[in-house]
């Protein structure tokens, strides 16, 4: 049973350059939440989403953006990148309908180094 | 809003020493408590969590936490580190002060000496 997975593994960018950062959740799962993960830093929610749509967002500007399809699989987009986008995203899938306080299963992440 | 903090960015321990992670989270409502672990160039892994049944919660790889209400704290413990314990781990918090976002800690890594 294949966890959750995420591509790319890694992807450098320029400043103001878009990217579009993808995930696949857990077997059974149809929940998925992205975190942005600074370097030395605690994982910082983004949003989730859970039948197709956003059902939650952290404080993050509208440069990021998702879409989840309907096989439950999910994609981040950021526009107009900046320097301080550089972090590890980082996808976890749950089997909960949108409820965060039940157990979430983290992908390896993708690199974003953005320069 | 609710916050977590987790005193000691880094914390030592020797081979078979006791392990204790620290976490206070900011609530006057109980909220559900998580611990997960990070290996490097790894995602997250759920050790235990705190969902208001037993205080004290017992995950896997025999870490346990407890959860104490009077001091808001829910640290991590474990009797005998191996080398393998060494890793970043994170406390959060979801549904503390009505809000349903995981907000995380800045993380504690573990260092294991032999």
């Known amino acids: 049973d294949a966890g959750v997975t995420q591509s790319p593994t890694h992807l450098i960018k320029t400043r103001g350059q878009q990217v579009t950062l993808r995930c696949s959740p857990k077997?059974?799962?149809?929940?998925v939440s992205w975190y942005q993960q600074a370097l030395g830093q605690g994982p910082q929610f983004i949003f989730q989403?859970?039948?197709?749509?956003?059902?939650q967002r952290g404080n993050f500007p509208d440069r990021f953006s998702g879409h989840q399809f309907p096989n439950y699989s999910s994609e981040l987009n950021v526009n107009a990148l900046l320097l301080g986008d550089s972090a590890l995203y980082l996808c976890?899938?749950?089997?909960?309908?949108?409820?965060?306080?039940?157990?979430?299963?983290f992908g390896p992440g993708t690199r974003l180094t953005v320069l | 809003a609710q916050s977590v903090t987790q005193l000691g960015s880094h914390v030592s321990v020797s081979e078979g020493a006791l392990v204790l992670l620290r976490c206070n989270y900011s609530?006057?409502?109980?909220?559900?408590l998580f611990w997960y672990v990070q290996y490097p160039n790894q995602g997250l892994q759920l050790l235990l969590k705190?969902?208001?049944?037993?205080?004290l919660v017992k995950g896997i790889n025999g870490f346990e936490a407890e959860f104490k209400k009077s001091e808001t704290s829910f640290h991590l413990t474990k009797p005998s580190a191996h080398m393998s314990d060494a890793a970043e781990y994170f406390c959060?918090?979801?549904?503390?002060?009505?809000?349903?976002?995981?907000?995380f800690g800045r993380g504690t890594s573990l260092i294991v000496h032999p």
């Open positions: 976890a899938s749950s089997s909960t309908g949108g409820i965060s306080t039940d157990t979430q299963y």
């Open positions: 077997s059974g799962h149809d929940t």
């Open positions: 989403y859970y039948e197709e749509e956003e059902r």
């Open positions: 609530s006057s409502v109980p909220p559900y």
């Open positions: 705190y969902t208001s049944a037993a205080t």
């Open positions: 959060a918090v979801v549904g503390s002060g009505g809000s349903y976002i995981p907000t």
